[in-house]
């Protein structure tokens, strides 16, 4: 039974060898006997006339088993492009793919001052700061993700938490002797005015940056989707508007503080005491003490800047500037950066300002403290105030009110 199995598979292999062999001839008789079908004069290339066979060209079929696996090692495979490698492997596109990996630029009818990035679909290879040699954009995913999300929320949750603690522990810095019901103006209105512009558009957008960068963790899921995304819509938009009023304001408050913010004599021992927080007793200091002056010089001056520049930088409106993504990536890494790090700074800031210290938030409510509340945290600039150095009233006083026109 088994031979007789094998001899009808023989027979088989057989008979398709001579159908095989017989096809190829009478494909060449057919053509051979087969008129040849000229075009008439005036007939476009590859154009098909009525009532005759279409003409060879167009999209081809692709026999499978006419693909060579054995292609990559002919010489100079690395080097084929996309057209001679549909030659030997149809289906196999990784010359184009390449190209696109590699960011070379491809056609489009798009300007380049208003696309620069139009026949780029693909970032080349970088390496940020804290990210594998990847494409750029993964490499600036893996920074957000895995660096500034996580280490910028971690860094601004204990700086939250230090300040409670000291609240808690310390409660509020208390003015030790009795008012003397004698004022002494701190902050003219125009300071005033230029600080609280400033601290409301910083809110602003301080919080709007929060929602943005850590909503999806504590918001979301109480929020939902939909009206989380509301949320953030309208929060992106009043981040944009406020953006220039934090600059504008920045820049007025840089210049109207610049006067009393150089180092002066007293403020490396405030520093090395620590300015009296664990004491009783505060360091003597000018009108704004190291710590203020830190703030200043790190936080309004630096890192507002470099708020301000990478911000204008996001918003596309430093003109002549190429607006690539790599540019765009860069920038928001930058704004991310100093802006967590400004937070931070200014946290103790409006600590201290608001309920940190007693008698701070009147001064920048009214404009005047009393002469206690000089004395015991600014020692040294009311010294000066006493000496007649500095005048203890610095804005016009306000004019009486006319009296009502008699008809």
Request: aromatic residues 10%.
């Amino acid at each position: 039974m088994q031979h007789a199995r094998l001899a009808l598979f023989l027979i088989a292999i057989s008979l398709s060898g001579a159908a095989a062999a017989q096809a190829p001839a009478a494909a060449a008789a057919v053509s051979a006997s087969a008129p040849s079908v000229q075009p008439p004069a005036g007939a476009l290339p590859g154009q098909t006339q009525p009532g005759t066979a279409a003409a060879v060209g167009g999209i081809q079929g692709q026999n499978i088993f006419e693909v060579r696996p054995d292609a990559s090692e002919l010489p100079g495979y690395a080097d084929q492009t996309n057209g001679e490698r549909a030659r030997v492997q149809p289906g196999n596109n990784a010359p184009m793919w390449r190209q696109v990996g590699a960011g070379v630029t491809g056609y489009s009818s798009l300007p380049v001052s208003q696309a620069p990035e139009a026949g780029n679909l693909i970032q080349p290879f970088v390496q940020y700061p804290g990210s594998r040699l990847t494409t750029a954009g993964e490499a600036w995913r893996q920074v957000r993700n895995q660096w500034l999300i996580p280490y910028g929320g971690a860094l601004l949750l204990i700086v939250t938490l230090a300040l409670a603690i000291f609240y808690f522990t310390r409660g509020t810095i208390q003015t030790h002797g009795a008012p003397t019901g004698r004022k002494i103006e701190r902050f003219t209105p125009f300071e005033r005015a230029a600080h609280w512009s400033n601290a409301i558009a910083f809110c602003i957008l301080a919080i709007s940056g929060v929602v943005m960068a850590f909503g999806k963790f504590f918001l979301l899921p109480v929020m939902g989707g939909l009206l989380f995304g509301w949320l953030t819509y309208v929060l992106k938009n009043l981040h944009n508007f406020a953006g220039p009023l934090f600059a504008v304001s920045l820049v007025v408050i840089f210049f109207a503080f610049l006067r009393d913010n150089w180092p002066q004599k007293g403020d490396l021992n405030w520093l090395l005491k620590g300015g009296g927080l664990f004491s009783d007793a505060e360091p003597a200091s000018h009108r704004f003490n190291a710590g203020e002056k830190l703030v200043f010089w790190g936080g309004v001056f630096f890192l507002g800047a470099v708020v301000v520049a990478s911000g204008f930088v996001l918003d596309k409106l430093v003109p002549g500037l190429l607006y690539e993504r790599g540019t765009m990536q860069i920038a928001h890494m930058v704004h991310a950066v100093a802006t967590v790090l400004m937070m931070a700074m200014f946290l103790g800031h409006i600590y201290l300002g608001a309920i940190g210290m007693q008698g701070a938030y009147q001064g920048m409510k009214t404009g005047y403290v009393d002469e206690t509340w000089a004395r015991e945290h600014h020692a040294l600039w009311h010294e000066d105030i006493k000496a007649g150095r500095i005048p203890a009233v610095r804005s016009e006083p306000v004019p009486p009110a006319l009296p009502p026109v008699q008809a």
